[in-house]
């Protein structure tokens, strides 16, 4: 089950204005032109999980999946990344479009926590992002190099889709992502009722950002890159 997004409350504020970014956040180098450069299976969803599978947990509690669950979902660490193992709930918020709106979506909002180059909310529809709960006593994400822009990997099954964090949720409940999201992942889109209830793993490169946010083909060659780098164990090297 949703629950409407923080960008619809008063601290929806705080959560838009803009946070100290690291010295030297991790660059990406821009693909090449054409249907290759969008190619999201470089690495394996078995290699990835592989990597993840042990948690160390650096959440000071846990999360609930949905409104009403009990509350067992740790955020896990590495020193490259953070990860959390959970449902998926559709996140149908910023631009309206034919699939997303206050049509199809009865807890739709106009508005994400984090807004494109050109002002405009993103594009659930269009941009593969995921949700991070909201900054608390329990996780701060903000804290662990976790940004508006940040790269993450999300699998499900046999399958990667690369993303970008482009929204917050509530402080207590994880487990969300774009309607794009779901949809490169063959995950039912519906906001309604779609979805899964288990079995998507979210993996988030610590101080990596795409900028322009919108730009998932960036994404995509940045993700590739760490997550690469994540299954071969190798730390990524600061750029000279």
Not at 155 to 172: E, I, K
Request: with cysteine; proline share 6%.
């Amino acid at each position: 089950m949703r629950v409407q997004s923080l960008t619809l409350a008063a601290a929806g504020a705080a959560l838009l204005a803009p946070t100290t970014l690291p010295a030297a956040p991790v660059a990406f180098v821009r693909p090449q032109a054409g249907p290759a450069a969008l190619r999201e299976g470089d690495v394996r969803a078995a290699d990835l999980l592989a990597k993840v599978r042990d948690c160390t947990p650096v959440s000071r509690g846990r999360y609930r999946s949905d409104d009403g669950e009990r509350a067992t979902i740790p955020v896990c660490g590495t020193k490259e990344a953070v990860f959390w193992k959970a449902d998926m709930d559709i996140d149908c918020d910023g631009q309206a479009g034919a699939r997303c709106n206050a049509r199809t979506d009865p807890l739709f909002s106009s508005m994400t926590a984090f807004q494109q180059s050109d002002g405009r909310y993103l594009n659930a529809e269009q941009l593969p992002y995921i949700v991070v709960p909201a900054a608390s006593a329990r996780w701060n994400h903000r804290d662990h190099g976790v940004r508006g822009g940040s790269v993450a990997v999300v699998v499900y099954r046999d399958r990667v889709q690369y993303a970008v964090v482009g929204d917050v949720g509530p402080h207590d409940i994880i487990g969300e992502a774009s309607y794009a999201t779901a949809k490169g992942l063959g995950i039912r889109t519906d906001p309604r009722g779609g979805g899964t209830g288990a079995g998507v793993t979210y993996i988030v490169f610590k101080d990596s950002r795409v900028k322009p946010i919108e730009d998932h083909a960036a994404a995509v060659e940045t993700g590739r890159r760490l997550a690469r780098l994540f299954v071969q164990g190798a730390a990524e090297r600061p750029a000279s």
